[in-house]
């Protein structure tokens, strides 16, 4: 049931601040992560691979920053479908992690079960909690999502996204690498995120209106940096998904080594970039695609709308955030360009043409 909503997708953008909120009162005691008996030793794990299917692999990227910035473990990310086939050595000290909403998608069973075979714990973080994936975990972690009817995923990916911080908080926590006051003041910062979700939602009659000239471009770039690297990877699969917008990511670092040349007037250059240690060198992304007479929409804080100077396109004010939860927050904006999109384009946002929500097949 839409719940008045004209789509699923816009339920489900609308209430990600009450699932995160359910998922915060799961997993957390006071200023304690409680996670169901964690089977697995973080002291001991030398190692991690993340393995995914798109937006699942999308949060595996983010993570990656988190658990190797937080709790100093190396993560290797890949598609399952490239995992499976690849086969690639699983080394003594390697806990395997996979992400997925349904717990049923083939190829990250098949990579799982590789895995397991190898003798790795299997971590998981999961929507359905009776899924495949799941049973066949060492340690399950559900996200607390709810039903999602959307094919295009929103609330499973911030939900996967909070799971897998506090699973990085934790692991950085039993690793020695935060003391109690660091973990309880991280802890402080996640419990402020639905109320920023709620916020960020406020953004969206601006992204409506952007979104209607966006519908009128046939190529659209996604920029980011660091952890927003995958959010821009995550903007651009969710507009093509829903809008049939041709729309590719690149780490802005990346624009000068190819991807510049596409840039012209006729095409639009998201650019996701809150006012952190990396803004300046975004900034200076930004300029050259402006000279080259690129429409850059800048998604930024206050902050960053202050220094990005003149001559920006479209611009989305975003709250300020602390960089744990960036990556978090800055999926609104991602959600809602492609969801306003879409709908100025007329298309079936709920259904999409050739896609399915759950991939049980090759
Ligand atoms: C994108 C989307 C897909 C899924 C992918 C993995 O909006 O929904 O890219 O993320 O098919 O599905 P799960 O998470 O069920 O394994």
């Known amino acids: 049931d839409k719940a008045g909503y004209k789509h699923f997708m816009a339920k489900e953008i609308a209430e990600q601040p009450v699932v995160l909120t359910g998922a915060l009162g799961h997993y957390l005691n006071g200023d304690e992560i409680v996670l169901p008996e964690l089977g697995i030793d973080f002291a001991r794990v030398e190692r991690m691979v993340m393995v995914a299917c798109g937006t699942a692999s999308y949060a595996c990227h983010v993570a990656k920053y988190w658990f190797e910035q937080l709790a ?7 598609v399952a479908s490239e995992f499976r086939y690849r086969e690639p050595p699983i080394t003594p000290g390697t806990t395997a992690l996979f992400v997925s909403q349904s717990g049923e998608t083939a190829d990250t069973l098949a990579a799982l079960r590789y895995c397991a075979a190898q003798a790795a714990p299997i971590v998981s973080v999961v929507n359905v909690a009776e899924s495949s994936i799941a049973r066949e975990s060492d340690l399950a972690l559900p996200i607390f999502a709810g039903t999602e009817v959307g094919v295009a995923s929103t609330k499973a990916f911030t ?13 950085a926590h039993v690793r020695g690498r935060l003391s109690d006051a660091a973990l309880a003041e991280r802890i402080g910062e996640l419990r402020a995120l639905p109320g920023l979700v709620n916020q960020a939602l406020g953004i969206e009659a601006e992204c409506e209106a952007i979104s209607r000239r966006l519908a009128e471009a046939r190529d659209i770039l996604f920029l980011g ?6 959010l821009a990877l995550e903007g651009a699969l969710k507009l093509k998904e829903i809008s049939y917008i041709h729309a590719e990511a690149y780490a802005s670092g990346e624009l000068k080594h190819g991807p510049i040349a596409l840039v012209d007037k006729t095409v639009p250059v998201i650019v996701m970039a809150p006012h952190d240690e990396l803004f300046d060198k975004t900034v200076s992304n930004m300029q050259e695609v402006m000279a080259r007479g690129g429409k850059v929409l800048l998604i930024t804080d206050s902050a960053g709308a202050a220094a990005a100077g003149d001559g920006v396109w479209g611009l989305i004010h975003m709250p300020s955030v602390t960089p744990l939860l960036a990556p978090i927050l800055y999926a609104v904006p991602a959600q809602l360009l492609a969801y306003h999109t879409a709908i100025a384009k007329g298309t079936d946002v709920d259904q999409p043409r050739n896609l399915a929500k759950s991939v049980t097949v090759e």
């Open 72 to 78: 100093g473990l190396p993560v290797e990310v890949d």
């Open 159 to 171: 939900c996967q996204l909070l799971t897998l911080a506090l699973l990085a908080l934790k692991a």
């Open 225 to 230: 940096r660091g952890r927003m690297y995958p």
